[in-house]
């Protein structure tokens, strides 16, 4: 898996302005016009046309080869600019109940209106983007076609939740062992499986089919110094919602690195390790989950099992890219 770049913004946006470039000339020429409202949708997420200066698309942020999160620790918008969380892995998105790490957003029809307007990332207005819809060769006649008006935002937002909807993944060893299968997973994952149950009680927070309840916890990475960022506090404005953040679901996290709301954490292993510990990590976390009351003291084996469950949880369609 290749590293994060943050530390080289320039060379990013480069290469950002260099492939959206490349985009955008691809999709001004390509010939095959999409059938229908899903394609259509993945058609606009991979365009730049939707930011102000037609460099940034979706896929910028959310790499279809890296389960759709970014590689880099904070994700660099229009102009350069750097954003303020990780962008997270779009997959799995269809049985979410909230979006974003705080929750602000309950339907993905508005979800993905938001970075479209977002400051820090595409810049533009909905104005805008209808104008450019509305003129463009094959948009504005396949808008007409699939919804029977004009184009407008309305129509694109439907279109693309719908794409971003279809990124469902269940081909994993994981499954395939769920469901008694050939091709499961190995002893190790197996026996990772009864420490992610078990002994690191990971099932509290991280459970159901994409092993998320989607509730808000605080698993200690704030402090009200560095660690600053208040998670759902911001929006409900309760005291108890403090340093709480939405649970990620963990399909495909071997992927996604880094890891967490400010991507503190480079690979699994110091996911696993600030877990084992977190107040060795974080000693003067606010409002921590009781759950992390006593450190773990997962042995090394046990770490390691662990991560191979984590593995596990990765899709076929990436098999390759995963080390
Ligand atoms: C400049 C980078 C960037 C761009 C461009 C971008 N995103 Fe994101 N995306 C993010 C970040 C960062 C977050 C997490 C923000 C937060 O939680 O506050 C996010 C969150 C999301 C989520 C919520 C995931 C979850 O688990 O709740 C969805 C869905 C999403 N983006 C879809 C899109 C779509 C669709 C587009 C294009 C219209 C897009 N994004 C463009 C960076 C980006
Ligand atoms: C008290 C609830 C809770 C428990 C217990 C818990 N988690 Fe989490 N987990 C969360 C929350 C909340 C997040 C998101 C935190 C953030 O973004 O700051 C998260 C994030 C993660 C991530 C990062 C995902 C990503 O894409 O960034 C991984 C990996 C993870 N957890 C694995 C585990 C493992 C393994 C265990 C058991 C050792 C575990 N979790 C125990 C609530 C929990």
């Not at 930011?51 to 979706?58: A, G, K, M, P, V």
């Not at 977002?118 to 808008?143: I, K, N």
């Not at 420490?195 to 998320?212: E, L, N, P, S, V």
């Not at 503190?264 to 060795?280: A, C, G, M």
């Amino acid at each position: 898996m290749t590293q994060p770049d943050q530390y080289f913004p320039m060379k990013k946006t480069y290469i950002l302005l260099l492939f959206s470039a490349a985009t955008a000339l691809l999709l001004a020429f390509s010939t095959t016009e999409p059938k229908d409202a899903t394609e259509l949708g993945q058609r606009l997420f991979a365009d730049p046309i939707l930011s102000l200066d037609s460099t940034i698309s979706c896929q910028s942020c959310h790499l279809p080869e890296f389960a759709f999160a970014d590689t880099a620790r904070f994700s660099l918008g229009v102009g350069g600019r750097l954003g303020k969380r990780n962008a997270p892995s779009v997959m799995n998105m269809a049985a979410r109940s909230h979006f974003f790490f705080d929750g602000r957003v309950l339907a993905l029809e508005d979800q993905v209106l938001m970075p479209i307007q977002d400051s820090l990332e595409m810049r533009m207005t909905l104005p805008e983007v209808e104008r450019r819809l509305r003129r463009h060769p094959v948009y504005a006649p396949v808008f007409q076609k699939l919804f029977g008006r004009p184009a407008n935002v309305e129509d694109m937002a439907t279109a693309i939740a719908e794409f971003v909807r279809t990124l469902e993944t269940a081909a994993t060893p994981y499954d395939r062992w769920m469901n008694d299968q050939p091709n499961g997973m190995s002893d190790a994952a197996a026996r990772g499986r009864d420490i992610f149950i078990g002994k690191g009680r990971c099932f509290d927070c991280h459970f159901g089919a994409d092993m998320t309840g989607d509730e808000f916890r605080n698993v200690g990475l704030f402090n009200g110094k560095d660690l600053n960022d208040v998670g759902r506090y911001a929006i409900t404005k309760k005291p108890e919602d403090l340093g709480k953040f939405k649970v990620a679901g963990l399909r495909n996290v071997a992927l996604t690195a880094p890891y967490m709301h400010n991507g503190q954490f480079k690979t699994l292993d110091e996911v696993i390790d600030f877990y084992n510990d977190p107040s060795r990590v974080v000693p003067d976390a606010i409002n921590r989950d009781t759950t992390f009351a006593k450190p773990m003291n997962l042995t090394q084996w046990e770490k390691a099992d662990l991560k191979a469950f984590l593995e596990a949880m990765t899709d076929d369609r990436f098999a390759k890219n995963d080390k």
